[in-house]
C-alpha cells in the first residue's frame, strides 16, 4: 500500500496549520466583531499563506470559495460543545465524502485518550482513517489526553498519546507542549513517522509565543496550529509573518520579532 503524503499540507516542508474550529468548541467567547466572521479568518489564511486551515464543515460548506480554496483545507470530522458537562466524547458529525465535496485536502478527528469514552472514539477515528486513505486524504488528529482521572500535561501521558496517534493510523497529530523540550523530543520518537504539531493555546504576548515556537521548532516538531493567538490579535498579519520566520524558515524568536512591528 502506498503511503498518503501529507506533502499538500506543507510550506517550506513544515506545516502551519490556522485552526478555527473554537466557535463550536468554546463558543463565541472566543470572538469580537471582526473574528466572529469566518471571511475574516479564510482571508487571513489566504492573504497570510498558511499551509492549511482548520474548520468544521458548515464553515467549510458556506465560506470555502473562490481564491480560498488555493489554502488547503482540513475538515474537522467530530466536534463538541462545552455546554454538555459529561465525560469528554467527541462524536462525528460529517463524513469523509463530505468533506470531499467541499474540496477537503485532508480531514481532522479529535481524540480525547484516557477518557471513559475513549473506546467509541478510537472506533470512529479507525473508520475515518480507513475511508480517508483510500481516497488518498491524510488525517490530522487532535490529541488530547482528557478525563476524571487524566493529567493532561503529564511527560508520560503527553508521550503516550503520541504514540497512540501513531498506532492509531494518524498522519499528523495535534498536541499541546508542556515547556518540557527533552519530553517533546521523546514524544517525537514516540510517534515515530507520524508527524507533531503543536497547538497555539489562549493568546499570550506576541513575544512569548515567537518563544514557544521556536522551541517547539528546535525539537524538531513539523510545525504549529494556531488559532487564537493569531486571529485574537489586533495585528494578525505582524503575528503571521513573525511566526512564519521561526515555522517555515527556521528564524530565532528574538530575529522573528522584529517583523511584529
Ligand atoms: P488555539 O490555537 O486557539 O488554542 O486552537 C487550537 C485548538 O486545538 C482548536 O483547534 C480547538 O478548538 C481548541 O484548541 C480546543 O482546545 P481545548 O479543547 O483545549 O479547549
Not at 51 to 72: C, F, H, L, N, Q
Not at 116 to 135: L, R, W
Not at 148 to 161: F, G, K, T, W
Request: charged share 25%; with cysteine.
Amino acid at each position: 500500500m502506498t503511503r498518503v503524503s501529507i506533502s499538500k499540507l506543507l510550506h517550506n516542508d513544515k506545516c502551519l496549520i490556522l485552526a478555527y474550529d473554537q466557535g463550536l468548541e468554546h463558543g463565541p467567547t472566543d470572538f469580537n466583531a471582526k473574528n466572529v466572521d469566518p471571511e475574516y479568518i479564510l482571508n487571513i489564511a489566504f492573504e497570510g499563506r498558511y499551509s492549511a486551515i482548520a474548520t468544521g464543515i458548515g464553515i467549510a460548506e458556506k465560506y470555502y470559495e473562490g481564491a480560498y480554496k488555493e489554502v488547503p483545507l482540513i475538515v474537522k470530522l467530530n466536534g463538541k460543545t462545552n455546554l454538555a458537562k459529561i465525560n469528554p466524547i467527541s462524536r462525528q458529525v460529517c463524513s469523509v465524502e463530505r468533506a470531499i465535496k467541499v474540496g477537503a485536502s485532508a480531514v481532522g478527528f479529535t481524540i480525547y485518550d484516557g477518557s471513559p469514552n475513549e473506546p467509541t472514539m478510537f472506533h470512529e477515528f479507525g473508520k475515518i482513517v480507513e475511508q480517508a486513505h483510500d481516497y488518498g486524504l491524510p488525517v490530522v488528529c487532535w490529541m488530547y489526553p482528557r478525563g476524571p482521572n487524566i493529567r493532561e500535561l503529564d511527560n508520560e501521558v503527553l508521550a503516550y498519546s503520541a504514540r497512540i496517534g501513531l498506532e492509531l493510523g494518524a498522519d499528523i497529530i495535534k498536541m499541546k507542549f508542556n515547556d518540557d523540550v527533552e519530553n517533546l523530543k521523546w514524544m517525537i520518537r514516540c510517534a515515530g513517522r507520524t508527524k507533531i504539531v503543536i497547538s497555539g493555546g489562549e493568546k499570550v504576548a506576541p513575544e512569548t509565543f515567537l518563544n514557544e515556537a521556536q522551541k517547539v521548532m528546535d525539537a524538531g516538531v513539523l510545525g504549529m496550529a494556531v488559532g487564537r493567538n493569531v486571529w485574537q490579535s489586533d495585528k494578525p498579519f505582524s503575528v503571521t509573518r513573525a511566526l512564519q520566520a521561526v515555522v517555515y524558515n527556521g528564524k530565532s524568536a528574538l530575529e522573528a520579532s522584529q517583523l511584529l512591528k
